[in-house]
């Protein structure tokens, strides 16, 4: 995984949080869906250098104004 660590990192901590949510009704099974990450329908997303999000782009910027107020530093391994 060489392109968009960042969007990885923000797949990862949602599917761990939807993992340690606590079931509705304990007679319902969770419906568990694959994550993004481990889909081959995806995968180019993230191995591809042509999908790279370009954050210091003026587009990037134009459609995401508060991008960088709201950052998570996460270390990544």
């Keep these: 995984m060489q392109v968009n660590k960042k969007m990885a990192v ?42 790279a999000v370009d954050e210091a782009a003026e587009e990037y910027k134009f459609h995401h104004p508060n991008a960088g107020q709201h950052e998570v530093s996460v270390r990544l391994a």
């Design 10 to 51: 923000q797949a990862l901590l949602q599917q761990a949080a939807e993992e340690a949510a606590p079931a509705e009704t304990s007679n319902k099974k969770r419906k568990v869906l694959p994550s993004v990450l481990e889909d081959d329908r995806f995968k180019a997303m993230f191995e591809d250098p042509s999908f």
